[in-house]
C-alpha cells in the first residue's frame, strides 16, 4: 500500500464539487477552468485525505477531475483513454454475477461531484507533486496539472517521532508551536479545518476523514485509554503526565469523530488499538471508525486464493511472499524500522481468526526504480491427498496507488450510505471489513476470506438499504442548502460581516448581591465565562440567526442568514486567549459562519488577552471591572492590514463593518478610527455599510453652546469627531448621549424626547447617517438624516421612530450583559436586509391542476403555512382594532405582549391547531372572515427594505432574545420567526410572512 507523507494538515480545502465542465477534445486544448464553472455538489459527500499530496492523494484528485472534466488522453503507446471507476464498486453497475451496486441500490454518491480536501505535512503543490510521482499517463497529468497545483491545503500536524528520518526534511508545511503548541491546541486546528472544510464546500452528505499518510509506529499509550473520557482527558495533559506523545493519526481520528464525521484507518499503525476512540465512535449515530491498512493488492489475492484453497478441502500450511516497490510509504518504511514492525504486524495477522495454524512469512523491500509499480510474489503451499504437499505460485504487477484510491472513494461512499441509514457501528463494521488486511475496532475476528467478505457486505447493504423502505422517497438524499440562496421572503444579498474592535473574556458572577458600593461581602452563584466586547457579542448574535428552525441541529442546521462572519481583534498568546478563540469559533459552530482562522496566526505572542469581571445583580443590573491588555495597543495598521488581506480573498463578498468599543482602544481614536472605517468602505461591496458602537465613554469637558447648552461641534470630539462623517450607523446608549453632547434626561417623557432629539441632531450636522439611542427599560429611538448612502434604505431618509422595549414574561431571568451589542447588531442586520420577491415560507410555486389550452401547468403561489402566532393574531385581531381605535402598530404591540406572556399551555393549543390545520387534506384555510388579510400582508417586491419601524422592532426582539436568559445561549434563532412579529409597511400597515 502507498501511504504518503505523515501526519497532518494545511490550508484550504478543495472541493472537487465546485465545477461543472464540458467535454473536452482528445488531447490538444487544455480543460476549463475551474474557476469558470458551477458549483456541483448536490448528493456529494465529503472526503478528508491526511497526506493529500502523496501518492494515494494526487491519483485520487487526477481521477476525480478526469471525470469531471471528461477528459480524453493517450498512453504510452498512443491508444486513447477515458476515464472510468473501475475497482469502485459503489460506482460500478452489476455485470453478470459481479459486485457493481450502483443500479441495486438507489442514492448511492457519485464520487464525481465530491469534496475533497486535506491535509498534508510537505509544500508540494498537488498538480506538481502528482508530475514527479510519474504514476499516471503524461498525457492525463499535463491537462490536470495546473488545476491540482491551484489546490489549497491544510497545514499538516507533526511529530518527527512517528514518521521516518526519510521525511524530516520536506516536513515544511506544518502547524507552527504558535498554532499547536500541544495536543490540545492542535485537535482544535483539526476541528475547525473540518469545520471549514464542511462549510466551505457545501458538503451535502457524510464526510469521511481518511488516514492515508505514512504509515507510524505502533504507540503503546493508545491501549491504556480505555474509556472517552480518558481519552479526551489525555488531550488536555501534558505530555509527560500522560507518559508520552499521542500519535498523529489518533489525533485527527478524534477530532473527526468529534466533528460527526467517519474517521479510516488506511494505515498499519495501531490507532485503532484504542478502546475510547472505539466508545467516542458508538455514542454517535451514524458515525465510524474504521481499519486497519487498505487490503488493495497482494494481500486482497492472498485472502481469496487461501480461501480457495479451503473450499478445495486442502490444508494451507505456508505462505512465503515478498513485495518491493519504490514509492514514499516504502522509503518511509525502509527508514524507520518501527514503522516496517507496524507493516509488517498487519500482514501477519491477515489469517488470525481462521483455526489453521498458518505459517504466513513476509518480506517487503524498498527499491526505488521500482517507483509506485508493486511487484509481489507468492509462493503457497498446502497439505493434500495423503499429506502430500500442493504448491501454487502468483505474481502481481500494478501501481499501488491505482489500487488503493478505489478502496477509498468505496470507503467514503459507504460510510455516506450506512450513516443516512443510521446503521449500528458494529454492522458497519463488519460489512467493510474487505476493505482491510486486518480488520479492528468492531470488525475484530470476523472472517478473512475475501468473498465472504464480501457476502457479508451485501448481506448488511441489502439490509440497510431496505430499512429505509421502499416508496419512492427512498434512496433519495436531503439538500442542506449552505451556500446557495433558498426561498426565502427575506435575506441579506451580501452575505458577510466584519466585526472589529475589543474583545475580551467576560467572566459574568451569576445572580450577583450587592453592587452599592459597600465594603461588605457580596455573594454570587456560579461563574460563567463568555465572549465579551463588542467583536464577540456581535459575532454571537449574528451568527446564531437562521432561515428556519433546525430540524436536526447535529446533521442538518437550518441555513445561516449571514454566510461569513469575520472578527478581527486583538489576542494574547495566553491561557485567557485560548479561551476566547475557543468562545469566538463557538459561537458559529453549528451554522459553520464565523471565521477565525487569521485570529490564529496573528495573536501577539507578547501580549495579555483583556478580561472582565462583571457581577451581574439580581434586579438585572450589572457592574464592571476591565482589563484592557492588548486592547491598549491594537492599532489602525493591524485592521487595516486585516482588511487587506479580507479585500484580497476570493469568493469573499462583505456587506457591512462592525466596529465596537473605540473610546476603550486608546489607538483606534481620532483620525486612526476615521482611516479604519475607510479603508472598511474598500473592501465593503459598493461601501457597504460601516456602524460605530460605543461603550465606555469618559465624562470629559467640551464647549457648549450658548442657546442650547449642549456641545457646540460633534466634529472635534477628539476621539469619534473625525469619523463620523464616515459612520452609517452610530449607536450609543443615553447616559452615554449625554456624556458625548451635555445634554440632561429628567424623566418627563415629552421633555426627554425632545432632548435626545436634539441631542441626536448634532452627530446628524456631523455627517452620521443613522443615530440610534437605546434607554434600556424604555426602548429606543432611531434618527435618520435626510440624505443617507445608497446601501441603506431610502426610504429611512428623514424619518424616525421610538420603539418600547420588548415584553418579556413575568418571572423572565434578566441579564443584560451585552444587550446593547446585541441591538447593535440586529439593527445592522436589518438595514441589510432585502426582499427576495419570494412570498412564502416554504416553496415560492406549485402547479395547479388548472392548465392552459396548450397543456401547460399553471403556477400559482402556494398558500402561506399557518404559524401559532398567526392564528392568535387572527383570533384577537378584531378585539384589539376596536379597543385600541384601529391603530395598526398598537394592534401589533398589544398582541405581541399578549402572546409573549400567555402560559406554555396556551401556546402549545395553538401550535396543535395550527398543526392540524396545514394537515387539513385539500381544505382551504379557515379563516375568520371579519380578518381582513389585506392589513396583513402585501405583495411582494424584490429588493424591498425594512421599513425604519419594522427594523427597530427587529433588533429589539434579536435584544430580548439575548438578555433573557432561556434564549440567551440558544444555538439559532429564527429570522423568519422574528420577522412574523415585526414586519410593518412604510404606511405603518402590519405585514405577515
Known amino acids: 500500500m502507498n501511504f504518503e507523507t505523515s501526519s497532518t494538515v494545511s490550508s484550504s480545502a478543495f472541493s472537487m464539487a465546485s465545477s461543472s465542465f464540458r467535454s473536452q477534445p482528445t488531447t490538444s486544448s487544455p480543460p476549463q477552468s475551474f474557476k469558470d464553472a458551477k458549483p456541483k455538489t448536490t448528493g456529494s459527500v465529503g472526503i478528508m485525505l491526511v497526506g493529500i499530496g502523496g501518492y494515494n492523494g494526487t491519483t485520487l484528485l487526477a481521477g476525480i477531475m478526469a471525470h469531471r472534466l471528461n477528459i480524453t488522453w493517450r498512453g504510452p503507446f498512443g491508444d486513447i483513454r477515458t476515464p472510468n471507476y473501475n475497482g469502485c464498486i459503489t460506482q460500478l453497475k452489476m455485470k453478470g454475477g459481479g459486485v457493481g451496486y450502483k443500479d441495486r441500490i438507489k442514492g448511492l454518491a457519485d464520487a464525481t461531484t465530491a469534496a475533497v480536501g486535506g491535509w498534508d505535512i510537505r509544500p508540494t503543490k498537488c498538480g506538481d507533486a502528482l508530475l514527479e510521482q510519474q ?82 509506529p505502533n504507540s503503546e499509550l493508545v491501549g491504556t485509554w480505555k474509556t472517552v473520557d480518558e481519552l479526551l482527558m489525555a488531550f488536555e495533559q501534558s505530555e509527560s503526565k500522560r507518559g508520552g506523545p499521542i500519535p498523529p493519526s489518533l489525533i485527527y481520528a478524534t477530532a473527526a469523530l468529534l466533528e460527526g464525521c467517519s ?168 460489512a467493510l471489513a474487505y476493505l482491510f488486511k486486518v480488520p479492528e475496532g468492531a470488525a475484530m475476528g470476523v472472517d478473512p476470506g475475501f468473498f465472504a467478505q464480501m457476502r457479508e457486505l451485501e448481506a448488511q447493504v441489502i439490509a440497510a438499504n431496505e430499512s429505509r423502505g421502499s416508496g419512492r422517497d427512498a434512496g433519495k438524499r436531503v439538500r442542506i442548502i449552505t451556500n446557495e440562496k433558498a426561498k426565502t421572503e427575506w435575506s441579506v444579498p451580501e452575505g458577510g460581516v466584519i466585526c472589529a474592535g475589543l474583545a475580551c473574556v467576560d467572566m459574568q458572577l451569576n445572580n450577583a448581591t450587592g453592587g452599592d458600593g459597600g465594603e461588605g461581602i457580596e455573594s454570587f452563584q456560579g461563574e ?39 472578527p478581527i481583534c486583538k489576542i494574547g498568546m495566553d491561557g485567557t486567549g485560548d479561551k476566547l478563540l475557543n468562545l469566538l469559533e463557538a459561537t458559529g459552530e453549528t451554522c459553520r459562519n464565523v471565521n477565525v482562522r487569521h485570529l490564529k496566526h496573528n495573536r501577539d505572542p507578547e501580549g495579555r488577552t483583556a ?139 415629552v421633555q426627554d424626547d425632545g432632548t435626545i432629539r436634539t441631542a441626536a441632531r448634532l452627530f446628524l450636522d456631523a455627517g452620521v447617517g443613522i443615530v440610534v439611542v437605546t434607554r434600556g427599560k424604555q426602548g429606543s429611538v432611531v434618527y435618520c438624516n435626510s440624505k443617507l448612502r445608497s446601501t441603506l434604505p431610502a426610504l429611512w431618509e428623514g424619518r424616525s421612530v421610538t420603539t418600547p422595549a420588548s415584553v418579556l414574561a413575568r418571572g423572565t431571568i434578566i441579564n443584560s450583559n451585552g444587550a446593547g451589542d446585541a441591538f447593535t447588531a440586529g439593527f445592522l442586520l436589518a438595514a441589510m436586509l432585502r426582499h427576495t420577491g419570494f412570498d412564502v415560507k416554504s416553496d415560492a410555486e406549485i402547479s395547479s391542476p388548472a392548465s392552459s389550452s396548450r397543456g401547460t401547468p399553471t403556477k400559482i403561489p402556494a398558500k402561506k403555512q399557518l404559524t401559532p402566532y398567526a392564528l392568535y393574531m387572527q383570533e384577537n385581531y378584531l378585539t384589539l382594532k376596536t379597543q385600541l381605535q384601529g391603530d395598526k402598530k398598537a394592534i401589533f404591540s398589544k398582541c405581541h405582549e399578549l402572546w409573549e406572556n400567555e402560559s406554555p399551555a396556551v401556546k402549545a393549543m395553538y401550535e396543535r391547531r395550527a398543526s392540524e390545520e396545514r394537515n387539513t387534506a385539500n381544505q382551504p384555510e379557515e379563516v375568520n372572515s371579519s380578518f381582513d388579510s389585506n392589513q396583513m400582508m402585501t405583495d411582494s417586491n424584490k429588493d424591498r427594505t425594512l421599513s425604519l419601524e419594522s427594523a427597530a422592532t427587529l433588533a429589539t426582539l434579536i435584544a430580548a432574545r439575548h438578555i433573557d436568559v432561556s434564549t440567551r445561549d440558544d444555538l439559532h434563532l429564527d429570522l423568519n420567526t422574528l420577522l412574523e412579529h415585526c414586519l410593518l409597511l412604510p404606511n405603518n400597515g402590519l405585514e405577515e410572512i
Open 135 to 216: 504514476i499516471l499517463d503524461y498525457d492525463l497529468v499535463r491537462q490536470v496539472q495546473d488545476e491540482l497545483n491551484n489546490i489549497n491545503i491544510f497545514k499538516g500536524a507533526y511529530d518527527s517521532r512517528f514518521i521516518g528520518p526519510s521525511q524530516h526534511a520536506t516536513a515544511t508545511h506544518i502547524l507552527t508551536e504558535f498554532e499547536a503548541p500541544n495536543a490540545s491546541e492542535t485537535i482544535k486546528c483539526i476541528r475547525a479545518d473540518i469545520r471549514y472544510f464542511k462549510w466551505k464546500n457545501g458538503v451535502v452528505g457524510h464526510t469521511t476523514v481518511i488516514w492515508s499518510a505514512s504509515v507510524e
Open 263 to 430: 474517521f479510516i484507518n488506511g494505515g498499519s499503525q495501531n490507532t485503532l488499538g484504542c478502546p475510547g476512540l472505539m466508545d467516542l465512535a458508538r455514542q454517535q449515530q451514524g458515525v465510524y471508525c474504521l481499519g486497519t491498512d487498505f487490503k488493495a493488492g497482494q494481500t486482497k489475492f492472498k485472502t481469496a486464493a487461501v480461501e480457495y484453497l479451503r473450499t478445495m478441502g486442502l490444508t494451507p500450511l505456508v505462505i512465503a511472499s515478498s513485495n518491493h516497490l519504490g514509492n514514499n510509504d516504502m522509503r518511509n518504511l525502509a527508514s524507520a524500522p518501527d514503522t516496517s514492525k507496524a507493516k509488517l504486524r498487519v500482514k501477519h495477522d491477515i489469517f488470525a481468526p481462521w483455526e489453521e495454524n498458518i505459517d504466513h512469512k513476509v518480506s517487503i523491500m524498498y527499491t526505488e526504480l521500482i517507483n509506485d509499480e508493486k511487484r509481489d510474489f507468492v509462493e503457497y503451499t498446502s497439505a493434500g491427498f495423503l499429506g502430500q504437499l500442493h504448491t501454487m505460485v502468483t505474481y502481481t504487477r500494478a501501481s499501488d496507488s491505482v489500487l488503493c484510491v478505489p478502496l477509498i472513494l468505496d470507503g467514503a461512499v459507504w460510510c455516506d450510505f450506512f450513516s443516512r441509514c443510521s446503521w449500528p457501528y458494529e454492522k458497519v463494521a463488519k
Open 528 to 566: 460563567k465565562s463568555i465572549g465579551g466586547g463588542s467583536v464577540s457579542m456581535a459575532c454571537k448574535t449574528l451568527a446564531r440567526l437562521c432561515h428556519g428552525e433546525a430540524v436536526d441541529p447535529a446533521h442538518a442546521p437550518p441555513r445561516a442568514v449571514l454566510s461569513n462572519i469575520v
Open 611 to 749: 478580561l472582565s469581571v462583571l457581577p451581574i445583580y439580581r434586579d438585572g443590573r450589572r457592574g464592571c471591572f476591565f482589563d484592557a491588555a492588548s486592547n491598549v495597543t491594537f492599532s489602525a495598521m493591524e485592521i487595516i492590514s486585516d482588511l487587506k488581506s479580507l479585500r484580497n480573498r476570493e469568493n469573499s463578498s462583505y456587506g457591512a463593518f462592525l466596529f465596537g468599543y473605540p473610546h476603550l482602544l486608546p489607538k483606534l481614536q481620532g483620525e486612526a478610527l476615521a482611516q479604519v472605517l475607510i479603508e472598511a468602505r474598500n473592501v465593503l461591496v459598493n461601501g457597504g455599510i460601516c456602524a460605530v458602537d460605543l461603550n465606555g465613554v469618559p465624562e470629559v469637558l467640551f464647549q457648549r453652546d450658548k442657546r442650547s447648552g449642549l456641545r457646540a461641534d460633534m466634529k472635534s470630539d477628539p476621539i469619534i469627531g473625525a469619523a463620523l462623517q464616515h459612520t452609517d450607523i452610530l449607536h450609543m446608549n443615553e447616559e452615554e448621549l449625554c456624556l458625548l453632547t451635555g445634554c440632561i434626561l429628567t424623566g418627563n417623557t
